[in-house]
Nanobody, 124 residues
Framework: VQLQASGGGLVQPGGSLRLSCVAS????????MGWFRQAPGKEREWVAS???????YYADSVKGRFTISRDSAKNTAYLQMSSLYPEDTAVYYC???????????????????WGQGTQVTVSS
């Protein structure tokens, strides 16, 4: 089972990026897909999660700016990031959970599988 994150890069403040996370090795249709981020010297922070249904969850810090989506045919999750701030700079990780519920989606230990991370740098 593997998660492969990609799409990071350098972007100016106010810009946009789309991250992708391809899942392989098994179908992830029953899993919650999530995105986390970790800035230097800080703990890993939950960003957003999505079930295969329309249900989505967002951290307050990204609500209205980031959108999480999934393509079941491609076994892929996306994180569309807009209106980026320098404080969004971090390594972004995708993760999959078979057990998280509405109260536990922000908890990293609820996620069974993790991708390798992709660096997002917001700077002028």
């Amino acid at each position: 089972v593997q998660l492969q994150a990609s799409g990071g890069g350098l972007v100016q403040p106010g810009g946009s990026l789309r991250l992708s996370c391809v899942a392989s090795g098994r179908p992830f249709s029953n899993y919650i897909m999530g995105w986390f981020r970790q800035a230097p010297g800080k703990e890993r922070e939950w960003v957003a999660s999505k079930r295969w249904s329309a249900v989505t969850y967002y951290a307050d810090s990204v609500k209205g700016r980031f959108t999480i989506s999934r393509d079941s045919a491609k076994n892929t999750a996306y994180l569309q990031m807009s209106s980026l701030y320098p404080e969004d700079t971090a390594v972004y990780y995708c993760a999959a959970s078979s057990q998280a519920d509405v109260t536990s989606v922000p908890i990293p230990n609820e996620y069974n599988y993790w991708g390798q991370g992709t660096q997002v740098t917001v700077s002028s």
